[in-house]
T-cell receptor, first 114, second 113 residues
Framework: AQSVTQLGSHVSVSEGALVLLRCNYS??????LFWYVQYPNQGLQLLLK??????LVKGINGFEAEFKKSETSFHLTKPSAHMSDAAEYFC????????????FGTGTQLKVEL | GAGVSQSPSNKVTEKGKDVELRCDPI?????LYWYRQSLGQGLEFLIY????????KSGLPSDRFSAERTGGSVSTLTIQRTQQEDSAVYLC???????????FGQGTRLTVV
């Protein structure tokens, strides 16, 4: 069985500050890991995914995530927050690289303040 | 179309009634997925279609839920005898195949009163 834990249901940062959203996973086999973003009244948009090719994964909108097997973590970061980054972020794990049987975390609502 | 299209965007129904939710995937995408997003349960996988293969129904919560995909394109999720706990946003997604990025629609918000 696979699972994902996102620490912090709400994170608030100042514009221009570092964004760090935490995700820890549990998987009995090497996993595929994903970060999705959801804007209000929108579907989910893929930010990035880990497929074992490289431990540091770069995604869209300046986000990146680092896979750390020893810590079973896949934290999402962005050096400088922008107001447009305010949204809900979901970490997910799967046995495949697509959209099948994604197991999602409970989400982290990111607020960006002036 | 340009993206995954779902209809209706909002649906209010009375407890006990049947509802049908529609998903138009991106043209050419062979894989199609249904997920449910609710306050109590978060995001949950429901069902997966891949080409002409038998669908993976392992996420359907009860036998009141069913889905079909006609002609390898449009999919319909049907909920029979709706209950209040069925209230949620139902998200559809599609991808070129099971290993490539899934694109999500905006969802159908179902409210059972």
């Amino acid at each position: 069985a696979q699972s994902v834990t996102q620490l912090g249901s709400h994170v608030s940062v100042s514009e221009g500050a570092l964004v760090l959203l935490r995700c820890n996973y549990s998987s009995s086999v090497p996993p595929y890991l994903f970060w999705y973003v959801q804007y209000p009244n929108q579907g989910l948009q893929l930010l990035l995914k880990y497929t074992s090719a490289a431990t540091l994964v770069k995604g869209i909108n300046g986000f990146e995530a680092e896979f750390k097997k020893s810590e079973t973590s896949f934290h999402l970061t962005k050096p400088s927050a922008h107001m447009s980054d305010a949204a809900e972020y979901f970490c997910a794990v799967s046995l495949t690289g697509g959209g099948n049987k994604l197991t999602f975390g409970t989400g982290t609502q990111l607020k960006v303040e002036l | 179309g340009a993206g995954v299209s779902q209809s209706p965007s909002n649906k209010v129904t009375e407890k006990g009634k049947d509802v049908e939710l529609r998903c138009d995937p991106i043209s050419g995408h062979t894989a199609l997925y249904w997920y449910r997003q609710s306050l109590g349960q978060g995001l949950e996988f429901l069902i997966y279609f891949q080409g002409n293969s038998a669908p993976d129904k392992s996420g359907l919560p009860s036998d009141r839920f069913s889905a079909e995909r006609t002609g390898g394109s449009v999919s319909t999720l049907t909920i029979q005898r709706t209950q209040q706990e069925d209230s949620a946003v139902y998200l559809c997604a599609s991808s070129q195949d099971m290993n490539t990025e899934a694109f999500f629609g905006q969802g159908t918000r179902l409210t059972v009163v």
